[in-house]
């Protein structure tokens, strides 16, 4: 019997962590073939070159697919997304998968899910069902609607689908694959490499032995205008706050260019001695790096599930994961600065006490979504259970 060639699309850095463990379940099983197409932002040097780190975990790629346009902005978001349809269609057609995955809730995936359905090509839509802010909330649930199999990653978000009319024999909660590198990773927590040695970046060589803050702040596409005002306001703080710091860059959203200027005039007009900048990592030495620290500041939701299952303190910075169900180390603050150091100090002083939590896995993720794509029945049409 022919394997199932199943074509996952991956189109940004934090993508890739959301799905790796799933790529490899899928590469080895047996009855299953690995289509793999690197796209967006995922290919840029500006934004990590997270296709380097995907190629030397031994992934074969089979398209790249250049999307991008310059501007971060709202209109720029829109035409690389039109371009993604465009350029992934011929992908799609040329490839011939049996089904196509789209990840969560990036902008541009809507791309990815068009050009399949469209093409009545299976859809796989991994991460829907959750809430949050930002366009994203607006572009997982367009995603959910437009697939036919629905891999979710908590009993909240299969809920949630099922009261927007998804069928309930094609939704799986499977959990995140990215609590997968976590699970391994807090086997074997020692921090096994210099972050700055390995991985450069810039900014000053902070002593970061003793103790350190890690932060990944995003712009929120709704809130573009403010995205720089923002972002100066965090680094206000954490400059102040004197605690040695790894920053990590925002990623490609409207907004991200005010972010980004904000980041590089403040650096040069301060060089703050606490501070290191870099653009990304492999998903195991970031999660290292997070399970080490003092406590993760920002928007990013890898505070919302990693931090979560590893125990990581987070002060959840402003309106970018509004909704989402989250543990008990996350604190939300405004994006004011005495809230955001308010935060910060109450974290670390309630750093032992945070507990655990598996709302989004237990760590076997991969497995189960390799599974399910090999025994579930493909379908390219449904209609509405109500």
Known sequence: MAKRKICVVVTARPSYSRIKTALSAIN?????????????????????????????????IDAKVFMVLEGENKTSMAKTTGLGVMELATVFYNLKPDAVVTIADRFETIA?????????????????????????????????????????????????LLKMGEDDDYIFNTGCPSIDIAN???????????????YGGVGKNIDWKKGYLVVMQHPVTTEYDEARLHVTTTLNVIHELGIPTFW??????????????????????HQPENIHFFKNMVPDDFLRLLLNSKCLIGNSSVGIRECAFLGVPVVNIGTRQNGRA??????????????????????????????????????????????????????FHKTITY
């Open 248 to 269: 990590f860059w925002p990623n490609v959203d409207a907004g991200a260019d005010g972010t980004s200027n904000g980041i590089r005039s403040y650096r040069e007009k």
């Open 326 to 379: 989250r543990g008990e180390n996350v604190l939300d603050v405004s994006y004011e600065g005495e809230a955001i150091l308010k935060g910060i100090k109450n974290r670390l002083d309630s750093a032992e006490k945070i507990k655990q939590s598996d709302i989004y896995g237990e760590g076997n993720s991969g497995v189960k979504i390799a599974e399910i794509l090999a025994k579930v029945k493909l379908r």
């Open 28 to 60: 080895n099983h047996a009855d299953l073939e690995l289509q793999l197409v690197i796209a967006g932002s995922a290919l840029l040097d500006r934004y990590g070159n997270a296709v380097d780190y995907i190629e030397k975990d031994g992934f074969k």
């Open 184 to 198: 391994s990773v807090q086997k074997s927590p020692k921090l096994n490499f210099n972050p700055i040695e390995k």
């Open 112 to 160: 990815t899910s068009i050009a399949a359905a469209y093409q009545n090509i299976p859809l796989v839509h991994i991460q829907g069902g959750e809430v949050t802010g930002n366009i994203d909330e607006k572009v997982r649930h367009a995603n959910t609607k437009l697939a036919d199999i629905h891999l979710v990653a908590s009993a909240d978000a299969k809920t949630r």
